[in-house]
């Protein structure tokens, strides 16, 4: 950690960084959280402006649109852990998480992404967020967004958190089916109702990006469907959530169906160097064991995060507290931590992270000390 805090100086996102000439505090703060300005050139599909064409190519032929060079960058984070309450006490997770990652436009109104897991607890990961976006399509005012997305993207975006500590509600499966709020294959429409507003449709299948049974991804016949609806007032983004759908499992040559909706509200604030964050969700399964274990079982829950930049926005340390909570009718997924995470940026692309997380119904702590960096 000593030797990573005199490395070279280097951009924090490397594939658009090196293509534009900018540093990664334009789009982060810090790597890998996103500021205003990086919020909408992924919203612009990872182009500063609508008809931007820094570093592509037609060679002679009109419908052909390439990047000039490939764009593509290497994350890693690794920790030292440390654990009480457990006979292993100490870990070294060295890496945690190694990711490939690549994206960019590939016509005037097309982009994509997608990162492949190079490495995940030990084992070669399977490619996760990969996607294309279609902006403006046929002149609508809307982006259109197809392949494997996050559901809570366009509220919360869980690979660019600042703490190891995830949002727990977002992830979190109920009982036996797949149904969440993290990653799903689908489509996605996105558009701003008024300037001041936003809405995220999205039809998936709603079982996850699991692997294929027999060439079929989704093994139920209707689809999941989920709504984002946000509203800024002021310095407060104000929003709310829905999702529904059901799952099929066969159970000893039974087909069992499990119904599951969800909803809740959402609050952003932004005042000064401090940033809160919230979401609560309220959700309902019918059958989320598929053996009438817990008919209509209930789960509800949510995560507050508070970001501090104590030298201001753009300084090289900041704090966050995170609080997660879980209560549901099935014991395996009651949830409940606090957490806080201090970080401090040796260069622009590496940033050192302690972290202590209290885990409330273990009773015991878990720490973490150790660096992100992309390159």
């Known amino acids: 950690m000593l030797a990573l805090a005199v490395a070279a100086p280097a951009s924090a996102i490397p594939a658009f960084a090196r293509r534009y000439g900018l540093t990664g505090m334009t789009c982060h703060d810090p790597v890998p959280k996103l500021n205003g300005f990086g919020e909408q050139f992924l919203g612009r599909g990872y182009r500063l402006a609508d008809d931007d064409t820094t570093g592509t190519a037609t060679f002679g032929d009109p419908l052909l649109w390439l990047a000039q060079s490939l764009p593509v960058a290497v994350r890693m984070d690794a920790y030292v852990r440390a654990y009480g309450g457990r006979t292993v006490h100490t870990d070294l997770a060295t890496p945690l998480v190694a990711k490939l ?46 392949g494997q997305f996050q559901i809570a993207d366009p509220v919360w975006k869980r690979e660019v958190r600042l703490s190891l500590e995830d949002y727990q509600i977002l992830s979190q499966v109920i009982g036996d089916g797949a149904a969440r709020l993290s990653y799903d294959r689908g489509i996605g429409v996105e558009f701003d109702p008024t300037a001041s507003s936003h809405a995220a449709v999205q039809l998936v299948n709603g079982n996850g990006i699991g692997e294929s049974t027999d060439g079929v991804f989704d093994g139920d016949a209707p689809k999941t469907g989920a709504l984002w609806v946000t509203q800024q007032l002021g310095p407060v983004r104000l929003g709310a959530m829905g999702y529904y759908g059901s799952q099929r499992l066969d159970r000893s040559g039974t087909l069992r169906r499990n119904r599951t909706w969800m909803t809740g509200p959402s609050v952003q604030l932004e005042r000064g160097n401090l940033q809160l964050n919230g979401q609560y969700v309220w959700r309902y399964d019918s059958d989320p064991t598929f053996d ?66 209290w885990d409330f119904l273990a009773d015991h702590p878990r720490a973490a000390l150790g660096f992100v960096t992309a390159f």
Do not use: C, H
Not at 119 to 139: K, S, V
Not at 307 to 320: E, F, L, N
């Open 101 to 146: 990652l690549s994206g960019g436009p590939i016509s005037p109104s097309i982009s994509y992404y997608f990162y492949l897991l190079l490495a995940e607890d030990g084992l070669t990961g399977p490619i996760e967020d990969a996607w294309l976006m279609f902006r403006r399509p046929f002149g609508i005012p809307a982006s259109v967004t197809v």
């Open 292 to 357: 009438q274990a817990f008919p209509k079982a209930r789960t509800n829950g949510g995560f507050l995060e508070a970001v501090w930049w104590p030298r201001g926005r753009g300084s090289r340390i900041v704090a966050t507290g995170l609080y997660n909570r879980i209560d549901s009718d099935v014991e395996e997924a009651k949830y409940e931590t606090a957490t806080v995470n201090v970080s401090w940026l040796a260069r622009r692309n590496v940033r050192l992270a302690g972290e202590v997380t």
